[in-house]
């Protein structure tokens, strides 16, 4: 199967084309054009009260799983939902995570992303802040102190949809091709049979 060059030129065209077609669509429904900026914060889980000494110990072993629970609350998504409504986002632009510092068993990081960073701060504010009663209520005898607070935390966090956006773009163009190379590739029917002919027209000369 031989392609002559203006099918290959062809054939990589409409590749490309539709590709970036498909890339276009994905960026516009998915939002993926759009930068992105994550705000932190610490916080840490700490007595209600005063322990005496007699209780030290029972509270080091308590507050392992006091910290797990906390971190299980703060990343339920009904804090993200009401912190996005909150500031004027829709809820699918707020991502939020947050992750026990294997090192303490006590201190929580967290980190909001979405498209603005005075918006990252201010949602991660607002989650530990209608977050920590529940907290409380959830870790109990702990609650939920602020160590590092959001405000000026804020960093650009790229777009991490540009590298599935290359997948896309590259995927959707290996298949287009390789459906069209096989179809511009293979040979009519009256060219086949004139093919066919031309050893008979050899013989009987």
Known sequence: MRLSRRSIIGTAIFGLVVATAVVLATALVAGFGKPRFTASSVVIIEPTHELSAKDFSRK??????????????????RWAGAAAAAIGLPARDLRVSAD???ETNVVIGLSAETTSPDGAERALAAIVADAAPTVAEAAGPFRLSVVQGPAGTAVPSGNPGSQLLIVIFLGTLLVVCGIAIPILGAPSAPLREDRDRQPHRSERR
């Open 60 to 77: 080091i072993y308590n507050s392992a799983s006091g910290g797990k629970v906390a971190a299980e609350v703060l990343r339920q998504r």
């Open 100 to 102: 026990v510092r294997p």
